[in-house]
């Protein structure tokens, strides 16, 4: 199971910040006014779990502008990067395909926080674990959708079976690509460097305009290769110990 | 101009504190001062054999300490033990760490005991053959994230690691042994010292001009700069050190601060590179 953030429709109100807040009972983050917009959560971290990015943007003459609004959220990628550095077997794939840290085995190491191309996961200060979007595991054992989907106004958050979702965001983008120059479909794809994620986005821009990657790739593609790299290098060191010691004056 | 959302951090920056990178300087020192020891025994120069060993079992406990530390709640350590994950480098590390240090501590105990010198001298030639695994594994750890200073770099953080390691086991032979019995710590210190500067000019060229900024600016420039000075200070003063006691301990004293500060260099370079989006930004267009 998994989203599709159609950022053509979202309003943001935050409605799924707060529904993800209230329902999964994350402390809140401080009252940092940032100045820039209307967006005063900055990033998704270890207890914000939706963001909703808020860009304004101007025309060369100052004479047009939009607003770009995007509810952005854990990608539960195919090749996630959290689930394979994890060391304890806290980051699990769940049987609905989403991926979920385990509060009570999670250790607080930090390692997935450094192995997820898009920055999602981050520390809960109050008891140094770490957390980030769970896509409501516990509402969809019981066949609920995910908070923040049900509480979205505008349907900009979809929740679904990911393949569905997948047609259902081409069929969007053909649709809207005449109205919005610029659209895109992001993470749709199953032979990107994540395998596709299980949360898709409809963008009007690129990706690093909302602050995603435009090429994600997971850390692990390269493992063999980094071991193979390290041998050579632990057995030079091993030979240059012995070197020097055999080598008497 | 800012890039990305607001000039925010893309990917985010490790929430480890600097009890890591004190752990990759302590674990490096001490998985090829094990090694050393090893071979020292094996040539029958027990004294130096002797200050190596106890230096592998300081730096073990260091690097215990660091570990169990930075978790916040020392019993989580425990997590780590439930299950063996190939694609995890700490975790394969965390079994290469426990086999290690064990074998250092029953070795070490046994040196300063005299208590079952057969076994301490059979787990002080298996820590001595998987030293140099300890020392680079670290290398694989951080090689294996997001933050574009540590991933890029695929063939000569490796070395860099290798080298720093070298470098400290041999400063602490020079730093702790007698000058008539250090010479294979001296000559390990010197090929290593000039190993790391070597390694990491070339860090810098597998790099390129855009991505080595994260090296070279803001704090961890500014490190890397230090840990030059106190390395080109303790190659030269390795080298004229021979037969002399005083600037033997100079020598180790320099390269110890100087591999120390290098870590931190390496550790502050990941960090800045994930600060700035434009790192990652420029690492994504190269990356197929």
Known sequence: MGFFTDTTLCIGCKACEVACKEWNQLPSDGYEFTGESYDNTKELNGNSWRHVAFIEQLGKERDTSRWLMESDVCKHCTHAGCLDVCPTGAIIRTEFGTVVIQDDICNGCGYCVVACPFGVIGEKQEDHTMGKCTLCYDRLKVGEQPACAKACPTESIQFGVVDELRERAEKRLANVQARFEGAQLYLNDPNDGVGGG?????????????????????????????????GIAAALLFGAVVLCAAARE | ?????????????????????????????????????????????????????????????????????????????????????????????????????????????????????????????????????????????????????????????????????????????????????????????????????????????????????????????????????????????????????ALSKIAGALLLAGGLTERFAVYRAGCASAKDPKYVLEAQTRLG
């Open chain 1, 198 to 230: 299980g949360s898709l986005f409809l963008l009007l821009d690129k990706p690093e305009v909302y602050g995603l990657p435009p090429n994600p790739i997971v850390p692990t593609k390269d493992l063999p290769l980094r071991w193979r790299t390290a």
């Open chain 2, 1 to 245: 101009m800012t890039q990305g959302y607001y000039g925010r951090p893309i990917v985010k920056p490790p929430a480890w504190t600097d009890l890591i990178p004190t752990y990759f300087f302590a674990g490096g020192l001490a998985g090829t001062a094990a090694s050393l020891a090893f071979a020292e025994r094996t040539a029958k120069n027990d004294r130096l054999a002797r200050t190596l060993i106890l230096g592998a079992a300081a730096g073990c406990a260091v690097s215990a300490f660091c570990l169990i530390a930075d978790l916040k709640k020392p019993e989580r350590f425990l997590h780590m033990l439930r299950v063996v994950k190939p694609t995890s480098p700490m975790s394969i590390g965390v079994y290469i760490f426990s086999a290690f240090s064990g074998s250092v501590f029953i070795a070490a105990g046994s040196e300063v005991t005299g208590i079952a010198r057969p076994a301490g001298r059979f787990f002080e030639a298996f820590a001595g053959l998987i030293g140099p695994v300890m020392s680079v594994y670290t290398s694989v750890l951080v090689g294996d994230t997001v933050m574009p200073a540590w991933y890029l770099p695929r063939k000569t953080l490796p070395a860099l690691f290798a080298a720093t390691s070298a470098s400290g086991a041999g400063a602490w032979g020079l730093l702790f042994a007698p000058a008539r019995s250090n010479g294979s710590a001296r000559r390990l210190a010197i090929l290593g010292g000039t190993a790391m500067v070597a390694a990491l000019q070339a860090l810098h060229h597998e790099l390129g001009p855009k991505q080595v900024e994260a090296y070279t600016t803001g704090e961890a420039g500014k490190l890397a700069r230090s840990a030059r000075v106190l390395n080109v200070g303790g190659i030269v003063c390795a080298t004229l050190a021979k037969n002399s006691n």
